[in-house]
């Protein structure tokens, strides 16, 4: 049996279909270790839980608060996104 030939755009949903799934069994997994200490040890690999703790600014109140400061502050970024929508939708 022959792969199929897909193009770019095909062959990225199907890795971001993969990704996703690789997601899911990683929250999983995620979840088993920081629950059951017995988990975390493998042959390969020991898992050790780790907490930190960050500072974070609430950006929303802040521009509430101090809009002008902000507005000083803050600049442009530009991003590049690659969305995918089903090939059926250019039909319509």
Do not use: C, W
Request: proline fraction near 5%.
């Amino acid at each position: 049996m022959q792969a199929e030939n897909i193009g770019p755009a095909d062959e990225l949903a199907d890795i971001r279909a993969q990704i996703k799934k690789l997601e899911a069994r990683e929250a999983a997994l995620r979840l088993t270790l920081i629950h059951d200490p017995a988990a975390r040890v493998g042959k390969r690999y020991i898992a050790e839980i780790v907490e930190t703790k960050s500072t974070r600014v609430d950006l929303k109140e802040l521009r509430a608060m101090f809009p002008d400061e902000v507005a000083q502050h803050t600049f442009p970024a530009k991003t590049t996104l690659v969305r995918l929508r089903p090939a059926e939708q250019e039909a319509a």
